[in-house]
């Protein structure tokens, strides 16, 4: 019986799409081991440590991507009913995929992925109070 369900998982490109992802693996980015146990879901897709993936569907589950790059967290957004999702991006083909955030992910990397682009903006932070006035605001911060 084990034959033909590890038959099925490595043929069957929807497999994943229907079946729990129970394997244990070794994170390619920082070599943490990582088991499924703990994520809150039945489909781990990303290390919970260093939070990077690997190019590996085109849709959830399909196995149908050829590509196989290191998916490296970018951004982090909000869904409508309130949960977190992260935004990864393969460094080989530059794809964008878009993945819930598991329970033991690290809430360090979390926040420092949403906060990056506070901590730099895309203008001289020193020149806030003229640039808000230049948009017809007081500008003043006092």
């Known amino acids: ?55 590996v569907d085109i849709e959830p589950g399909d196995r149908a991507a050829d590509c196989g790059g290191i998916m490296d967290p970018i ?13 990864h991006r393969c460094r080989r083909c530059g794809s964008l995929s878009s993945n819930r955030v598991a329970a033991d992910d690290n ?12 901590c730099g903006p895309p203008f001289p932070i020193e020149r806030i109070e003229e640039l808000t006035a230049l948009m017809g605001g007081e500008g003043s911060l006092r």
């Open 75 to 87: 951004a982090v957004w909000v869904r409508r009913d309130g949960e977190w999702a992260i935004i």
């Open 1 to 55: 019986m084990m034959d033909r369900e590890n038959k099925r998982k490595k043929y069957d490109k929807s497999y994943y799409k229907t079946h729990a992802c129970d394997e244990v693996f070794t994170c390619r980015v920082c070599d943490r081991m990582v088991v499924p146990q703990g994520a809150g879901t039945d489909h781990r897709n990303h290390c919970p440590n260093c939070l990077c993936s690997l190019h």
């Open 107 to 118: 809430p360090m990397k979390l926040m420092s992925i949403a906060m990056k682009p506070l």
